[in-house]
């Protein structure tokens, strides 16, 4: 990934293919606060769900796991959920049955001021 950065002004680009920026900046938001917004969670949490498995960041990929159970799953987006399952592995879950054995995020908390 640093191989494919690019410098602009000051700053060092680092490009994160696959996912929309807005998703990788409410990612970047809950890595340094552990907060999040609903609606953003809404738009993106297919993106976030798959950026936090491969950046290894089990909070956000409970809360994810979470969101998605609580209602997110409909027509349009049941297949996407299903290939993600397969290929991304689920955590929290039991062989048998589906059952839940995690225990609960109290560091992970909704946000009400918005940085945009």
Not at 2 to 14: A, T
Not at 26 to 40: A, G, M
Not at 42 to 70: A, G, I
Not at 95 to 115: H, I, V
Request: a positive charge; hydrophobic letters at 35%.
């Amino acid at each position: 990934m640093l191989k494919e950065s690019r410098i602009q002004g000051h700053y060092r680009i680092l490009p994160i293919r696959g996912v929309p920026d807005d998703a990788v900046r409410v990612f970047i938001r809950f890595l340094y606060s552990s907060c999040y917004e609903e609606q953003d969670m809404e738009e993106f949490v297919l993106h976030l769900l798959v950026l936090s498995h491969v950046y290894t960041v089990p909070r956000l990929k409970r809360l994810c796991e979470d969101h998605l159970e609580r209602g997110t799953i409909n027509l349009e987006n049941v297949v996407d959920i299903f290939q993600l399952a397969l290929s991304r592995g689920t955590s929290g879950k039991s062989r048998k049955g589906g059952k839940r054995w995690r225990t609960a995020t109290p560091f992970s908390r909704k946000c009400s001021l918005s940085t945009r």
